[in-house]
């Protein structure tokens, strides 16, 4: 990189990692990560794998700020079907055999896919402009962060995330330590909504109807990314890890009405 490049880019390379170290461990590191590199680089979504030894998936998250469902069904569609057939893959699985210290970037857009499945489902239906893609290994685990725009990325933006990239991987790597620790064993309790603000009762309840996060942003008339912030922090509240523990707490299992 460029002497001048650097100085450019060097004084906003914390500007996304503060509230992200404080979340580590749990449920909402994604949605506030992401958060951060949107306002440095205009993410709007990510997914998050760690790879084993044989090149298999062993821990999968992901975040939008745009909108969380689409990119869930994404990410489920690369888990279980088309993981292998990612251009990155062998350079995944090369890092995992012959680990280096470095960090590798790559840059992907829609028309440099060949995959004509690969291309549709996972850039053309979501509608991803580009992808940028960071991994690197360590010990047992690789850790394999998707960056995804609705845009065409610039020169800047790649080489702001080329600086960052060693903090972003180290730090996911530190939450999916954290993350897949044993569980302890916790009841699951009903939830208290007394304890719930009148906005997190409703976005609860839309939740639980199967409504999206832009359609719940609609209804109440809030941005998709106030749906997320409230998103978390009932996922806090209900020890959830993703959407799906969320809706198994049904309307059904909670105390207190909805207004």
Avoid at 19 to 28: E, S, T, Y
Avoid at 56 to 77: H, K, N, P
Avoid at 112 to 124: A, G, H, M, T
Avoid at 129 to 143: D, H, M, Q, Y
């Amino acid at each position: 990189m460029e002497t001048n490049e650097l100085a450019t880019v060097a004084p906003m390379q914390d500007v996304w990692a503060p509230q992200a170290i404080l979340d580590l461990g749990r449920p909402m590191f994604h949605a506030t990560l992401l958060r951060g590199l949107h306002e440095v680089v205009g993410v709007d979504h990510m997914s998050h794998l760690r790879y084993d030894r044989t090149g298999r998936i062993g821990y999968a998250r992901c975040a939008s700020l745009l909108d969380q469902s689409m990119i869930e069904w994404t990410t489920d569609v690369y888990v279980n079907r088309l993981y292998q057939r990612d251009p990155n893959y062998q350079r995944v699985c090369e890092s995992i055999r012959d680990p280096v210290s470095d960090v590798q970037l790559v840059s992907v857009s829609p028309e440099s896919i060949r995959d004509r499945e690969y291309r549709q489902q996972l850039f053309e239906k979501p509608g991803f402009a580009s992808k940028i893609s960071l991994f690197g290994t360590w010990g047992e685990r690789t850790c394999y962060i998707n960056l995804y725009f609705s845009r065409a990325v610039s020169s800047r933006t790649t080489a702001l995330l080329r600086y960052c990239g060693p903090s972003l991987i180290a730090l996911a790597q530190r939450h999916d330590e954290f993350a897949t620790q044993p569980p302890q064993s916790i009841p699951v309790a009903t939830i208290d909504m007394e304890s719930l603000s009148v906005r997190e009762r409703q976005v609860a309840e839309l939740l639980w109807r199967g409504h999206t996060a832009k359609e719940i942003a609609r209804a109440l008339n809030l941005s998709p990314t106030t749906v997320l912030t409230y998103k978390s922090r009932l996922f806090e509240k209900t020890n959830a890890a993703n959407l799906k523990e969320f809706l198994l707490r049904s309307p059904g299992r909670v105390r207190g009405a909805v207004h």
